[in-house]
């Protein structure tokens, strides 16, 4: 498997979601998908994104009220 050279951060705080391990999950683009990735166990997710392409730098450290603040069309569960 070929995979081209992509960039790995840490998303702070991140939670591994199988298995539960903090700041050991990594995120990357490869093409116009975007991964998120446990280096601990290897699970391995593709994330949705959308065309707000600096959410991804934001999403993570940003509290709701600040996100509130933003106009930009976010997907917010609405019920
Ligand atoms: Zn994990």
Redesign the pocket.
């Known amino acids: 498997m070929v995979i081209a050279v992509v960039t790995k951060r840490f998303i702070a705080g991140a939670v591994?979601?199988?298995?539960?391990?903090m700041d050991?999950?990594v995120m990357f683009v490869e093409g116009d998908k975007q991964f998120r990735e446990?280096?601990?166990?290897?699970?391995i997710d593709e994330m949705r994104i959308s065309h707000v392409g600096r959410e991804l730098d934001t999403r993570v450290n940003r509290t709701p009220q600040e996100r509130a603040l933003d106009v930009r069309p976010v997907k917010l569960p609405d019920n």
């Open positions: 591994c979601p199988k298995c539960g391990a050991r999950v446990c280096v601990s166990c290897g699970f």
